[in-house]
């Protein structure tokens, strides 16, 4: 599967922003989805998934009460919704899929298709 993620930008703190990840190829309903982020300097850290069936949905506690995963799987979309932003959730963002099969992972190694990124810059 491939995956393009778009919807970043400037933000005030305190603002909105709604990221999305398109998927082309088939068999999208059948992956986890996984959004990952990296600051400048730092490590790409978890985010937030989602599986494949949308029952069940993960989050870091730095972003849990803001930011909601969903996905539509009649539409290969997957999108986290970001509220309530910070000057640290300043970052690029990327969308990931690994196989539904497995349990939700948290881990970069843990996820087998990546998009390009979309950066995110939350000013004060």
């Known amino acids: 599967v491939q995956l393009q993620a778009s919807g970043g930008g400037l933000v005030q703190t305190g603002g909105s922003l709604r990221l999305s990840c398109a998927a082309s190829?088939?068999?999208?309903?059948?992956?986890?989805m996984g959004w990952f982020r990296q600051a400048p300097g730092k490590e790409r850290e978890f985010v937030a998934a989602v599986t494949w069936d949308a029952r069940s949905t993960y989050y870091a506690d730095s972003v849990k009460g803001r930011f909601t995963i969903s996905r539509d799987n009649a539409k290969n979309m997957a999108y986290l919704q970001m509220n309530s932003l910070k000057s640290e959730d300043t970052a690029v963002y990327y969308c990931?899929?690994?196989?539904?099969?497995?349990?939700?992972?948290?881990?970069?190694?843990?996820?087998?298709?990546w998009g390009q990124g979309t950066l995110v810059t939350v000013s004060s």
């Open positions: 190829g088939r068999s999208f309903s059948t992956y986890n």
């Open positions: 990931a899929a690994h196989g539904g099969s497995l349990a939700i992972r948290r881990t970069v190694d843990g996820y087998t298709y």
